[in-house]
């Protein structure tokens, strides 16, 4: 079982180090060949810059094979983002990255690098959460009621599950709280079992 890291632009390694603390096998997904060569059973689409995410993803030839992976069901961890790249819509951007997550986020949402801080909060199916929010995204609608909302700050939507894929606003894998993580681990298990029973 190999979880695919998207290692073009952002704060993938410390995704990769808090996964590989839980005992999990990592790969850096760099281009195309590294999903080709390798049988990928769930993505992390980190925090970064999600435009420039974006054209490199294009640019490498990975989108593809990525939202195809995505689209069939595999497990998804999308942190900041991540969670714009998932989205079917972003507010007042026509751009639309993956699009498999029927949810509206607004980018830079909390401003600049200035408007970033730390919040407590309950994040369902885990308890309370220390929250890092770095120029990071809200869900502003979510648009199907298969959307489920784990987490709101303030009133706004900061984490949702649809299906397989987990998409939050803030960054869990900033600090020493591995729970978010193990959620994702046991959301690849359980994916694991469905396919083979």
Avoid: W
């Amino acid at each position: 079982m190999k979880i695919g890291i998207v290692s073009v632009q952002g704060a993938f390694i410390e995704h990769e180090k808090m996964l590989a603390s839980l005992g999990a096998e990592c790969v850096e997904l760099r281009k195309k060949e590294d999903i080709e060569r390798n049988e990928i059973s769930a993505i992390v689409l980190p925090g970064g810059e999600s435009t420039v995410q974006g054209k490199l993803l294009r640019e490498l030839g990975m989108f593809g094979p990525i939202k195809r992976l995505i689209e069939s069901g595999i497990p998804v961890l999308a942190t900041c983002a991540g969670m714009i790249l998932l989205a079917q819509h972003i507010s007042g951007d026509g751009t639309v990255h993956f699009g498999t997550l029927p949810v509206t986020v607004r980018r830079n949402a909390y401003g600049r690098q200035l408007g970033s801080f730390v919040r407590k909060g309950n994040v369902g199916g885990i308890g309370e959460f220390e929250m890092a929010f770095i120029r990071a995204p809200f869900v502003e609608e979510t648009e199907s009621r298969d959307v489920d909302v784990l987490s709101e700050v303030d009133g706004r939507i900061v984490a949702v599950r649809f299906k397989n894929q987990l998409a939050l606003a803030f960054h869990p894998e900033i600090g020493e709280d591995t729970r978010i993580h193990e959620l994702f681990l046991a959301m690849i298990e359980q994916s694991a079992r469905r396919k083979a029973g």
